[in-house]
């Protein structure tokens, strides 16, 4: 029985996993508002007539999360605090009749490319000319930049293209046209993303592009920063590297997920790529653009790594130095090559791995951020949290690296979304603490 009044046409989108789903839900959010519908992203106010919740399949605790929000929300709606609840993204795409089945109070569930279908259950109209508009949930000073859909590539143990297909590019004259709308409402800065941006334009121009579409969106009036995530090692297009030295609003940072470095992981792992290549292949990064800051992820307790393969990476992590590192602990995950192998190294094994290289990057981070003490740096200033306001460095992405945090006394006022010189005077492991010059 309804306990209270709930607002009709009222939408609250709840977003789990990675900066690709959060793309899908501001483009979502924005047909809808066209359709005039009153919509959040993960909003506070308990008045929504209808839920949408965006989830994610990637990993076993990210489809446990998923899970768990589901249910919270079929019980909010048995409690008559919603009316509907609809499921869409990853994990719905990956296991959308074993949902049905387990979780048959939610009112439909969608995949990840089933946008139009969204709207029409919701008596939406899909507005073909709003293609590529977003309701932005970032700040409005940065946006993440989607070029392409689902990946091609072959690694053993990731499920991507079981949820989001084969690659699709977006022509370059239609992300053009979507980043000068992006400049025109504020934004500033451009985080591009992809599953592997460096397939770019094979499948329509048959060729890789990356490079080319770097550069027409740099010419973009009003776009400070451009920034690369997601590039795949093998078949990097190095003259990506010559259009980030040339055009001073890309920034010279590269997010490029390497996994591994022993021969035997990265083979297992089918990654196209070698111990030697890859190192190589970092060395010829830092050689052509001097002072990129690589950040990079890793796995730790794949199937069949040894004491000895560990040993390696934590050697080659700190010979290496990157500026910015994470690491996921392996999940098993059922269609995936990797899951004919035997899931062989323990939780616990895997976390005291994963600790100990996260250990060695602390140090690494906290070296590195020592030297930056006394310089001077451009900084977009994010947020104003407490006492400071936090903002970033061209070396630094949101939400994963570090932060500069500016005391915010009676003699500084800083704008969200302006840039601003910043002297450091100290540093953390993660943080840099500046004055504004």
Known sequence: MKTKTLKKNKVNVITLGCSKNLVDSEVLMGQLKANKFDVEHEGESDDHQIVIINTCGFVDNAKQESIDTI???????????????????????????DLEVEIPEVDAYFGTRE??????????????????????????????????????RP???????????????????????????????????????????????????????????????????GIDWIRLHYAFPSGFPMEVLDVMKEKANVCKYLDMPLQHITDNMLSSMRRGITKQKTIDLVNKIRDKVPGIALRTTLIAGYPGETEKDHEEML?????????????????????????LLKDDVSEKVKRKRADAVMAVQQEISMQLNQQKVGQDFKVLIDRKEGEYYVGRTEFDSPDVDNEVLIKADSETYL???????????????????????
């Open 315 to 339: 050697r080659w992590v700190e010979e290496t130095r990157f500026e910015r590192l994470g690491i996921f602990t392996y999940s098993h995950e059922e269609n995936t090559h990797a899951h």
């Open 155 to 221: 690694c053993s143990f990731c499920a991507i293209p079981l949820m989001r297909g084969a690659h699709v590019s977006v022509p370059i004259e239609e992300l053009v046209s979507r980043a000068k709308s992006l400049a025109a409402k504020g934004t500033r800065e451009l985080l591009m993303i992809a599953q592997d941006l460096t397939y770019y334009g094979l499948d329509i121009y048959k060729k890789r592009e990356l490079a080319h579409l770097i550069s027409k969106v740099s010419e973009v009036e």
């Open 415 to 437: 704008r969200i979304g302006d840039f601003t010189d910043v002297n450091v005077y100290e540093a953390s492991d993660f943080d840099l603490y500046g004055k504004v010059k």
């Open 115 to 152: 946008l139009p279908k969204i709207l029409k259950t919701l008596k939406a109209d899909y507005k073909q000319e709003l293609v590529g508009e977003r309701l932005l949930t970032t700040p409005q000073h940065f946006a993440y930049f989607k070029i392409s859909e689902g990946c091609d």
């Open 71 to 97: 249910l919270r929300y079929v019980e909010a709606k048995k409690q008559g605090a919603v009316e509907k609840v609809y499921v869409t993204g990853c994990l719905s795409e990956r296991y959308k009749k």
